[in-house]
């Protein structure tokens, strides 16, 4: 009913890394040809968990859109954004807030974990409970039905589809449709009428798939039931006739494969990252002083590659022939390190290269990234307007 549409947010949290362009850029890249693709800086989102330290926020946002465009992110092909610009998520994010039940944001898995993992700050604020809710926002306003994330984020997005589905159940009907429905559920017949209201009381209160597809067998079954009172049937069992709100789906992210320089995930806090726009005398310096296997400790000492990090960024970047390489110079001691990691360093200094030239255009030329960010603002604005006009007169709040 509505157009494919693509939207995905990211937290200005500092300079990306190489780690975030195999994980997410290098997927926002190919999916800016095959979908019409909305993505921006999730600044609101930051300060759920910084906003003790506002400062940090706006060069992080500047810093982080050069680092998309750098990486391929092209604003000819995808609006980039930045949500604290478009206001709209947040009267969106309010409203929802009327209709969200406390316990479905108590339950989203991320609110326990990141409170533990980050306990040395106090999170046991309104804005963090919500803040699954507000990322609903972010994706219902747009009516985007695809969203990129990894796969720490799959419950948000299953819990904005839950939102979605509330807001449509409340607000998107015809004015008599629940006593029309209530009436049609009596025609079942006392047995049927039961089940049908069991069913759909686990469907829509829990969210049991296998519930609504009973009800559906249910309801083929069902006999002499007007067209009209089936649509019925089936629209109250998923709570809607008219649909405002679109259930967005996942495009869940293979997890990277990008190690960090210790062979940890690559990670700012565990500091074994290289920056997207790392210099090359850095880049060679952070590799050439990898750990590799311990093992091996004089040039003479075979070597095992899945001891070693550098395989790890040869599985990377090596096509097979550099890579039977290293295994077979490795296990024998035929290679040394230190050529090992030349052709990693080669390989990701080559990737870095025309990064660094996006870059430079946008460094030399400020004007360029903000620019560019005015322009996908005023779009994202424009799309935002149009759902909101729907929110508020499906709501009732469209009165001069
Ligand atoms: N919550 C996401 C993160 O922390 C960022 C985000 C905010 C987002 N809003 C979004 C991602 C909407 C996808 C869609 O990584
Ligand atoms: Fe690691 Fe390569 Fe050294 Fe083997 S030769 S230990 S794979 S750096």
Redo the contacts with the bound molecule.
């Keep these: 009913m509505y157009a494919e549409r693509v939207?995905?947010?990211?937290?200005p949290t500092g300079r990306l890394h190489l780690g975030h362009y195999h994980g997410v850029l290098r997927n926002w890249v190919k999916l800016q040809n095959e979908y019409p693709c909305l993505f921006f800086v999730?600044d609101w989102?930051a300060l759920t968990t910084t906003y003790d330290e506002p400062g940090t926020i706006e060069e992080n946002a500047w810093e982080m859109v050069i680092d998309w465009l750098a990486a391929g992110v092209d604003p000819s092909l995808a609006t980039l954004f930045i949500q604290s610009r478009v206001p709209e998520h947040a009267e969106l994010h309010l409203l929802l807030s009327m209709m969200t039940p406390l316990g479905w944001l108590e339950r989203v898995p991320t609110y326990k974990d990141q409170q533990e993992k980050l306990e040395h700050k106090d999170l046991s604020t309104y804005g963090f409970l919500g803040y699954p809710l507000l990322?609903s926002a972010?994706?219902l306003i747009y009516r985007a039905n695809r969203?990129p994330?990894g796969e720490d984020?799959v419950p948000?997005i299953e819990f904005s589809r839950e939102i979605a589905r509330r807001f449509n159940h409340l607000y998107g009907r015809e004015a008599d449709f629940e006593e029309k429905a209530r009436e049609a559920v009596k025609k079942l017949g006392a047995k049927r009428a039961k089940l049908y209201e069991q069913l759909r009381t686990r469907f829509q209160q829990e969210g049991d798939h296998q519930a609504l597809e009973r009800a559906h067998a249910l309801l083929e079954e069902a006999q002499n039931l007007s067209m009209g009172d089936r649509e019925r049937l089936f629209g109250f069992l998923e709570g809607s006739s008219k649909m405002i709100l679109v259930e967005p789906d996942a495009l869940l992210t293979e997890a990277a494969k990008m190690p960090g320089l210790d062979g940890q995930k690559m990670s700012k806090s565990y500091n074994n990252t290289i920056s997207l726009r790392e210099s090359a005398d850095s880049v060679t310096k952070k590799i050439r002083t990898m750990q590799t296997d311990p093992a091996r400790v004089r040039r003479t000492d075979p070597g095992d590659p899945d001891k070693c990090p550098v395989w790890q960024f040869h599985l990377v970047y090596s096509d097979e022939s550099t890579k039977q390489w290293v295994q077979q110079g490795c296990r024998s001691a035929g290679i040394g390190c230190i050529e090992c990691k030349h052709p990693v360093i080669d390989a990701v200094l080559k990737e870095q290269e025309p990064m660094h030239e996006r870059a430079q255009t946008y460094i030399d030329d400020p004007t360029l990234v903000r620019n560019i960010i005015a322009d996908g603002c005023e779009r994202a604005r424009k799309l935002s307007s149009e759902t909101m006009r729907d929110v508020r007169e499906a709501i009732g709040l469209n009165y001069a």
């Design positions: 939207l995905s947010g990211m937290r999730a989102h990322q972010d994706i969203v994330v984020q948000h």
